[in-house]
């Protein structure tokens, strides 16, 4: 954790030095889930998403111009604590468009990626109503246009302030390190600052919106790209297999 501050506190230096001199890039990212509880510490989901990108290109200020990401992902959760959570994605399927910074970045093929991850949360409260968060996960990444695997991890570190039982609000940094298939110069992948409202309308539905700012180092570069993301995401919470089978004789609240 203390690695992750100082490395955090040099790179926002950086990147707020950078960033004052160039103009973000803009994205819309939008995700749709479907979780299904298998037990009380059992549970599997199922992610459906979208990204797209303006024309940086031609300036364009559209978050929705051009495509940016689309992908798929399962996962299995553990709860193994009340404040502690593990999970493994077995398979995850994207495709990669180029982020656009001139006309032939639209030109170039799109890229396929398969993805397996392990993670751990950790979800500890401070003080009533205040948590702090972090979650570490490791992600092997094989692209089916190369020759070359991806080792990645990543480290959330955050705070998460609870309105009530339907609202909460969440900062966190979460950074991406490179642990093998990229050269030393991009052991850095990126560093993310989001801001995420986290609204539950009933025990079925959670809908998260809000802000991530990223500051992106592309391989074989070693000068950062800036994006600004917007995010919407609709989490489906499906009803217990139990409940579904014996609807009658559950009645939990």
């Known amino acids: 954790m203390i690695k992750h501050i100082y490395i955090t506190i040099i790179l926002s230096y950086f990147n707020n030095t950078i960033f004052a001199q160039s103009i973000p890039h803009l994205n819309s990212w939008c995700r749709v889930t479907l979780s299904q509880p298998i037990t009380e510490k059992w549970r599997t989901e199922t992610e459906l998403q979208h990204r797209r990108q303006n024309d940086f290109s031609q300036q364009g200020k559209n978050v929705f111009d051009e495509n940016l990401l689309s992908s798929v992902r399962t996962w299995v959760h553990y709860q193994h604590k009340d404040d502690l959570s593990f999970s493994f994605?077995?398979?995850?399927?994207?495709?990669?468009?180029?982020?656009?910074?001139?006309?032939?970045?639209?030109?170039?093929?799109?890229?396929?990626?398969?993805?397996?991850?392990?993670?751990?949360?950790?979800?500890?409260?401070?003080?009533?109503?205040?948590?702090?968060?972090?979650?570490?996960?490791?992600?092997y990444r094989d692209f089916q246009n190369t020759n070359t695997d991806f080792t990645r991890m990543r480290n959330r570190l955050g705070l998460r302030y609870e309105f009530s039982k339907k609202l909460n609000f969440t900062f966190y940094d979460e950074i991406f390190l490179n642990l093998k298939g990229a050269k030393p110069v991009n052991f850095l992948?990126?560093?993310?600052?989001?801001?995420?409202?986290?609204?539950?309308?009933?025990?079925?539905?959670?809908?998260?919106?809000?802000?991530?700012?990223?500051?992106?180092?592309?391989?074989?570069?070693?000068?950062?790209?800036?994006?600004?993301?917007?995010?919407?995401?609709?989490?489906?919470?499906?009803?217990?297999?139990?409940?579904?089978?014996?609807?009658?004789t559950q009645h939990h609240s």
């Open 89 to 139: 994605s077995p398979f995850a399927y994207y495709w990669h468009n180029s982020i656009i910074v001139n006309d032939a970045d639209k030109e170039k093929p799109q890229i396929k990626e398969i993805r397996f991850s392990i993670a751990a949360d950790l979800n500890h409260e401070l003080v009533k109503s205040l948590l702090i968060i972090d979650r570490t996960c490791l992600e």
């Open 189 to 248: 992948d990126h560093d993310r600052y989001a801001y995420i409202l986290n609204y539950k309308p009933n025990k079925y539905l959670r809908i998260e919106t809000g802000y991530i700012y990223i500051a992106r180092l592309p391989r074989g570069t070693d000068e950062f790209l800036h994006e600004n993301n917007f995010l919407l995401q609709f989490y489906y919470i499906l009803p217990h297999r139990e409940h579904r089978k014996h609807p009658k």
